[in-house]
Structures are given as C-alpha cells and as structure tokens.
C-alpha cells in the first residue's frame, strides 16, 4: 500500500447539535455570516433556527436561498456577487447536497475569484477559504464533510465535479432531528444516495483501511435503518442511525472517491435535472454488476454488511447477494427500476457516455470503462431496449 492521506472536519453530532452553531461560528472568526439555503429548508423552519442561535450570539448575517436543486454555475456567481455585496467574512450551508454544494463554492469564488467553471477537476483551489461550517438536513450527500461540490455547468449540461481538500468544511454540524422534516421519497432518494457512497468508496481504488470501516458501518446502518426511516418521519432512533450512516459513508468517500454510479449520474443529473439520489439507485445494481469481477470478496462483505446470509455460499454466490440486497432496498422503498419515461437520442447517450468518462470520479471505478461501455449501462439502467430510441440506431 502506498501513502494515504485521511481528513474529516471536526464533527458535532447529536439531537440538539445545531444550538452550538453560533459559538462554533464565534469560533472560527465569524463577523458576518453569509447563510446558504433553499425555499424548503427555509419552509421546514430550520433557517429560523440557526438564525436565532447566530443572534444570541450577537452575529450578523445575510440569507441566500437561491440556489436550486442541482445548483447551477451562474447561480453560485450570482451567490458570491451577494457574499462580497454584504461584507461577509464566513460561511454556513444549510441543506441537502445542493445547498451545501452551493456553500462551498461560493466560500472557494470569494477567496479565490473567477468562475466556477475553472476550478472543475481535482486540487485547482490554491487560496484558503473563509471559515465553512454546513449542516445536513438529509441523510444523503456526505457533503458536510466532503472535499467535493458537484456544480452544474449550464452550457455543457453536467455537473462539475470539483474536489479539494480546501472544500473540507470546518465543523460539520448534525442535528438527526433536522431529518423529521424529509417526506418518504426525499428519505428514500437520499439514503440511497448514501448507500452508493458506502458501496463505491469500498470498492474504490482508493479505499484505505480506515475508510473501508467507515463504509461497512454506512452499509450495516442503511441496510437497519433506511426502511424504518422512510415508513415514518417520527422514529428518532432511525433518523439517528441514518444521519450517523450518511455521515460516516461521507467520510469514506471523501477520503476514498466513488467510482462509476457517480461518473454517470453526474451526466444525467446535469442533463434531465433528476433528483440524484434516485438516479444513482438506478444506476447502481448495473454497475455493481460490472464491476463484481474487480472484487467478488468485498461483494461479499458488502453481502454480509447489507444483512444477507452469506455462509455456506461460494465467494461469487455470496458477491451476487450483495446486488440481489440493493435491488430490494429500492424496491422495498418504491423506488422504479429504471428511468422509463426517459428517452435519449443516440446522440445524447453518446454525449453522456463520453462525458461520464472524463469525471474525476471514473478514475478510482475498480474496473475500466470505455465510452463503450458506459453506454451500455446507461441504455441497461434507462429501461427496456424500446425506451432509448438509440437502440434503435
Ligand atoms: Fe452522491
């Protein structure tokens, strides 16, 4: 094994977390605080929250919520315009994966300048940005304790995957009650957004020992807790264990990368603007049919990990189990098995294969893929041979 790097930020985790934002924002230097959210955050009176608690602690502010699902490039320009128009000096996103997403790169924009569009790829941030501390209110992104934010680029229709280690926010702060205002298919969507994290950093070619018992433990929660969760908003010991499980499969990836789910989901999130956590449920059963031959016996850890009796199987058996698991989980949680309803055009999927291939999160897929190849899963996971009329190319 090689050199390995390891970086989490300082985590608050716990019901009643978010009461220490303002003396954790106190903390790192805050004057004024540029507040990032979005419309249903504000609704679900989580905004409120933190705004009481930055008054009492005699913090200014100013509120973006802007940014859209999949926030989008022109918006995190138009987001930074507002940071440096207010005189902010430090950062806080509240959210799902889009909003903190959005956070963060307006954070890089004031430090760093430019556009958006110049930072995508890996290690392009060189000033230090201002003082970052997110809060999750999904168990999904693992963006609070990330180095990546993913950024749609408007012209070129796909998300921009743009890691860091300067995008490693400060303090993550997890408050699992935050997770009670997520209806069932937002629960849904995200905790399998999670699990992706925790299948891909396992197998990554970057996994590390500390990360992959960090994936395990994601694995071993979601396969718990998920269902539980998205049946009721009110069981406090399901949300617990879904905040921890997103937490701890954000840690593995950040620190691991992820692998072929994410490269294609970022092209067709970027294209039809779905919600991810529902593109990569789709798309995962496919790939990790791909790529079970790079590593049948951590397929079947993850077997094992998702709850499945593997003993007395053979390595192979037992790695099959771990798809049979995850296509269950989605169907369990009435999750479609593909995007039916979505037709590309030949040259559409040509454009998304192509793309999906550069993405930085390609690099670490424990099994090459050519363009080839990416299209082949992508017509797989879009349905029958008759929904993508490439097919018929
Ligand atoms: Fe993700």
Redesign the pocket.
């Known amino acids: 094994m090689g050199i390995f790097k390891f970086m989490t930020p300082e985590i608050i985790f716990g019901t009643n977390a978010l009461g220490q934002i303002g003396e954790s924002m106190l903390r790192l230097g805050a004057k004024k605080v540029f507040v990032v959210s979005d419309a249903g955050v504000v609704r679900a009176g989580w905004v409120e929250t933190i705004v009481r608690h930055l008054k009492a602690c005699r913090l200014d502010y100013c509120l973006w919520t802007e940014p859209t699902p999949n926030p989008k490039d022109y918006e995190v320009e138009q987001g930074v315009r507002a940071y440096i128009e207010n005189g902010c000096n430090s950062v806080i996103g509240v959210g799902g994966?889009s909003a903190i997403d959005a956070a963060k790169a307006v954070a890089l924009l004031a430090a760093n300048g430019g556009e958006i569009r110049g930072y995508e790829g890996v290690d392009l941030v060189t000033r230090p940005l201002p003082p970052m501390v997110m809060v999750p209110t999904t168990a999904?992104?693992?963006s609070e304790v990330s180095q990546f934010a993913?950024i749609v680029h408007s012209e070129r229709k796909l998300k921009m995957t743009i890691v860091s280690k300067s995008l490693i926010p400060d303090i993550a702060i997890i408050d699992p009650q935050t997770l009670m205002t997520m209806d069932a298919r937002l629960t849904a969507y995200t905790g399998m957004?999670?699990l992706?994290?925790a299948i891909e950093s396992y197998i990554s070619l970057a996994a590390t020992p500390l990360t992959e018992q960090y994936s395990l433990q994601a694995m071993r929660l979601i396969a718990g807790y998920l269902r539980p969760s998205a049946a009721s908003r009110h069981n406090r010991e399901a949300k617990e264990a879904m905040a921890m499980a997103s937490l701890q499969a954000g840690i593995a990836?950040s620190n691991s990368i992820?692998g072929a789910?994410?490269a294609m989901?970022h092209q067709l999130g970027g294209l039809l603007d779905l919600p991810?956590?529902q593109i990569?449920a789709i798309l995962l059963p496919h790939v990790m049919e791909y790529n079970l031959i790079s590593a049948p016996e951590k397929y079947a850890h993850i077997a094992a990990a998702l709850g499945e009796n593997v003993s007395g199987l053979s390595q192979t058996q037992a790695a099959r189990k771990a798809i049979q698991a995850v296509k269950q989980l989605a169907l369990d949680l009435d999750i479609p098995g593909s995007l039916a309803d979505v037709s590309l055009e030949a040259h559409q999927l040509d454009f998304l294969s192509g793309n999906a291939v550069q993405d930085a999160c390609m690099i670490t897929n424990p099994r090459d893929l050519e363009a080839e190849e990416v299209k082949r899963l992508f017509r797989q996971a879009l349905g029958s041979e008759d929904a993508c009329s490439a097919n018929r190319n």
């Open positions: 994966g999904g992104s693992g993913i957004d999670a992706t994290h990836f992820l789910v994410h989901s991810h956590g990569n």
